[in-house]
């Protein structure tokens, strides 16, 4: 069974940090990249950050960058993503979720993604 399991979301305070993980299992993660999005209430879902899982190789929306920083365990089938410096605007539910992107580097558009999580709330409010 083709799944991914996002762990990590809570509430925290302005200038505050979080890790979330994604656990992968039942499919090869050398193929995929992991790509992390995020959903703010009457908003449309955007892309935050994505990894190629065997390349490593990474990408950031401008939002985040210098903040945020993915990061993946081959061993454990897991990706990281570390928030630093969040800020209000950060508060949102956080999905990862697997794509395949042969011979390209990983995007941040959420349709080119099909594997996805249930998702994790992440608050930042003091």
């Known amino acids: 069974q083709l799944q991914l399991v996002e762990s990590g979301g809570g509430l925290v305070q302005p200038g505050g940090s979080l890790r979330l993980s994604c656990a992968a299992s039942g499919f090869n993660l050398d193929y995929y990249a992991i790509g992390w999005f995020r959903q703010a209430p009457g908003k449309e879902r955007e892309g935050v950050s994505c990894?190629?899982?065997?390349?490593?190789?990474?990408n950031y929306a401008d939002s985040v960058k210098g903040r945020f920083t993915i990061s993946r365990d081959n061993a454990k089938r897991t990706v990281y993503l570390q928030m630093n410096s969040l800020k209000p605007e950060d508060t949102a539910v956080y999905y990862c979720?697997?794509?395949?992107?042969?011979?390209?580097?990983?995007?941040?558009?959420?349709?080119?993604?099909?594997?996805w999580g249930q998702g994790t709330q992440v608050t930042v409010s003091s």
């Open positions: 990894v190629d899982f065997r390349a490593g190789t990474t």
């Open positions: 979720a697997a794509g395949a992107f042969p011979f390209k580097p990983c995007v941040l558009n959420p349709n080119e993604y099909h594997i």
